[in-house]
T-cell receptor, first 112, second 112 residues
Framework: EAGVVQSPRYKIIEKKQPVAFWCNPISGHNTLYWYLQNLGQGPELLIRYENEEAVDDSQLPKDRFSAERLKGVDSTLKIQPAELGDSAVYLC??????????FGPGTRLTVL | DAKTTQPTSMDCAEGRAANLPCNHSTISGNEYVYWYRQIHSQGPQYIIHGLKNNETNEMASLIITEDRKSSTLILPHATLRDTAVYYCIASPLSGSARQLTFGSGTQLTVLP
């Protein structure tokens, strides 16, 4: 069974530029999560989808961050414009039963 | 969500049992205890979870005290590949999904 796929694995951009991250969850998983992980800290939830509906986006900074999950499968997380403080690892996870979340390898973003 | 407290770091000799403690003295009745680990440059990986009873799977054992205020994750025969950050999480249900609030975890280093 293929795991959660994320791309790109690494991204370096200059501040004020836009950036997008893509996630393909495990087939059949209806719940999808985006997390942000700063260096030396645990992941923090940004948004959770149940199928195509964002059911928890309370921690998503909506002035510059946006996300979508069209057709309830793949998802894209976008930052526009990026700031220096956005440098972090962005993790995607998916689950089916809710008991166990499967995480992708993450996208490491560096904003210069 | 109940806060969990873990030691910042621990060492363990290869082949010996690794016992990772976690304090969750304010855990509520509907919160499960979850353990995840994160190997360097990878996404978190589910290990085990439990509510009241002790649990065992192919990776580890989870011992929860009778008053549920603390727990211990046991890796029976630690290997070098078990070197990782281990997260203990008290997780409530949020809708149909488990809500994971990660702390800073315990850095376990398995020594040869």
């Amino acid at each position: 069974e293929a795991g959660v796929v994320q791309s790109p694995r690494y991204k370096i951009i200059e501040k004020k530029q836009p950036v997008a991250f893509w996630c393909n969850p495990i087939s059949g998983h209806n719940t999808l999560y985006w997390y942000l992980q700063n260096l030396g800290q645990g992941p923090e939830l940004l948004i959770r989808y149940e199928n195509e509906e964002a059911v928890d986006d309370s921690q998503l900074p909506k002035d510059r961050f946006s996300a979508e999950r069209l057709k309830g499968v793949d998802s894209t997380l976008k930052i526009q414009p990026a700031e220096l403080g956005d440098s972090a690892v962005y993790l995607c996870a998916s689950s089916s039963t809710g008991d166990e979340q499967f995480f992708g390898p993450g996208t490491r973003l560096t904003v210069l | 969500d109940a806060k969990t407290t873990q030691p910042t770091s621990m060492d363990c000799a290869e082949g010996r049992a690794a016992n990772l403690p976690c304090n969750h003295s304010t855990i509520s009745g509907n919160e499960y205890v979850y353990w995840y680990r994160q190997i360097h440059s990878q996404g978190p990986q589910y290990i085990i979870h439990g509510l009241k009873n002790n649990e065992t799977n192919e990776m580890a054992s989870l011992i929860i005290t009778e008053d549920r205020k603390s727990s211990t994750l046991i890796l029976p025969h630690a290997t070098l590949r078990d070197t990782a950050v281990y997260y203990c999480i008290a997780s409530p249900l949020s809708g149909s999904a488990r809500q994971l609030t990660f702390g800073s975890g315990t850095q376990l280093t398995v020594l040869p």
